[in-house]
């Protein structure tokens, strides 16, 4: 049985820019509502990206749900960050994805387990499903098409993926 996890914006965003929405596919996938909202307010400036997002959201394999907030999340989170964390505790949801350091560490306080979008590329060639090459020419796209990472993250995941 596929592994739950709960999706933040940010790692659907940069899956979708690099055409690998596919590699959710592995998981038990929950969105939570104001993911979906911040994905539709995307429309406007980048309307390929938010159309092929939606579209993957409205698969079976996904499961869309509204979430009350927990009360004492920091401010500085978004609303996707605040969902996902928020749906993850109260679901008894180990894993999150989210790219953001800040949220990550809330992620962690809050005992939960977070992994970006390099994680689930991580993820994608563990399980054979992409090769080392590609995972290689992955990471690079998501670099070109904006994901912040630190120098020696990138370093370490490159170094990492050639032993």
């Not at 992994?115 to 060639?125: C, M, N, V």
């Amino acid at each position: 049985m596929p592994e739950k996890v709960v999706c933040n914006t940010s790692p659907l965003i940069f899956l979708s820019k690099i055409n690998k929405l596919n590699l959710l596919e592995t998981y038990n996938l929950y969105v939570p509502h104001q993911v979906e909202v911040e994905i539709s307010k995307g429309l406007k400036r980048h309307k390929e990206d938010a159309q092929q997002i939606i579209k993957y959201l409205g698969g079976k394999s996904v499961s869309r749900t509204k979430v009350a907030l927990l009360k004492d999340l920091p401010a500085f989170l978004g609303p996707g960050e605040r969902a996902a964390i928020s749906l993850a505790v109260k679901e008894g949801i180990a894993k999150v994805f989210i790219d953001e350091a800040k949220a990550r560490r809330v992620a962690r306080f809050k005992g939960l387990e977070p992994k970006g979008t390099l994680g689930i590329l991580w993820d994608a060639y563990k399980n054979r499903i992409i090769d080392r090459k590609t995972t290689e020419l992955l990471v690079f796209d998501l670099v070109q098409e904006g994901y912040r990472i630190k120098e020696d993250i990138f370093i370490e995941f490159l170094r990492k993926l050639k032993g």
